[in-house]
């Protein structure tokens, strides 16, 4: 079953995670401002090919999964290691993420300010996360110094 198209951005009144379809209006649910994203025609058509909250046009895709959720079981498997034979856990470990990462879609993300684009057709222009561009934006965000 297809999930319906939602962007995922920070609200630019208070920077709680807000989510938009392809209406473009996302109300916040923290401080109950409302925004509105210029959609491409591309973006309405099911295809990102730029970030409507910042016009970033750098993107990458991966799994639409909790990041802390997978570390935590790989931690777990590594952790029951010793106690299970043949250090087994591991391996359990190692098929739930393959059958995690066989399973759940892939989501765009902006690099720029790390919007999150679930439901849409995958853009060949996007390809996996990479850290070099990934650490030129966050050398250019006003925080970092």
């Excluded at 401002?33 to 993107?59: I, M, Y």
Aim: with cysteine; glycine share 8%.
């Amino acid at each position: 079953m297809a999930r319906a198209p939602e962007i995922a951005f920070a609200c630019p009144g208070c920077g709680t995670e807000t989510t938009s379809g392809l209406d473009g209006r996302g109300c916040c649910p923290s401080c109950a401002k409302d925004t509105t994203l210029d959609l491409t025609p591309s973006l309405v058509g099911g295809v990102v090919d730029r970030c409507p909250a910042c016009a970033g046009e750098q993107l990458y895709v991966q799994r639409d999964f909790n990041q802390k959720a997978g570390l935590a079981i790989v931690v777990l498997g590594a952790a029951l290691a010793p106690f299970t034979p043949y250090y087994a856990s591991l391996f359990v470990a190692a098929i739930v993420d393959a059958a995690l990462y066989a399973l759940l879609p892939e989501i765009a993300v902006c690099y720029r300010c790390q919007a999150h684009f679930r439901g849409f057709a995958r853009n060949p222009r996007h390809h996996a996360f990479d850290l070099h561009l990934a650490e030129q934006y966050e050398l250019k965000r006003p925080w970092a110094s």
